[in-house]
């Protein structure tokens, strides 16, 4: 690792310990700004949409970031700070029944209001018609994410982790929403 990046890394892990709200909010809203970026360019959109980009940044720093480091804070006074292989399994299984179903609606939900602008009647109509879909392809890919994330990540890179594969995700459920756009226009 270079000195640059060496002395990056170490004033990041200053400030996540020292402003760790801010900190995660911060990291979430640049990963979320960086795929949907990348979800433009897959898309096929010529130019890049700053506004679009901005909202998506804004949902990261000001709902995804903050939404994971009290989830996990909450994880770990529920099942004060245990790893065994049974409890990261209810972590995962409680995860996956609470918080995945309601970060993808809240999502789909933000992304049709705010970002497209669309009417409310509109957007609900395109979650009802969507959100089965998302949601079953999130119970098959989030789960692993999951158990990686209680397993062996330290509990102070887990918004971090999160959110790096968030970001991932995103460009996944970007496209799904951008697709669904296109043919209804």
Known sequence: MSDITKDAWRKYLIQLQVHPLRTKAITAGVLAGFSDAVAQKISGIKKLQIRRLLLIMLYGFAYGG?????????????????????????KVLL???????????????????????????????????????????????????GWVNYQYMPPQFRVLFHSFVASCWAIFLNLKARSAAIKKD
């Open 95 to 145: 995860e996956q029944l609470t918080s995945s179903p309601w970060n993808n609606m809240v999502f789909m939900m933000y992304y049709g209001l705010v970002i497209e602008g669309r009417p409310f009647g509109l957007v609900k109509n395109k979650v009802q018609k969507d959100y089965p879909s998302v949601q079953l392809t999130a119970w098959k890919f989030w789960p692993i994410v």
């Open 66 to 90: 903050p939404f994971g480091h009290f989830l996990h804070k909450l994880m770990d006074i529920i099942f004060k700070g245990k790893n065994d292989n049974k409890t990261v399994a209810k």
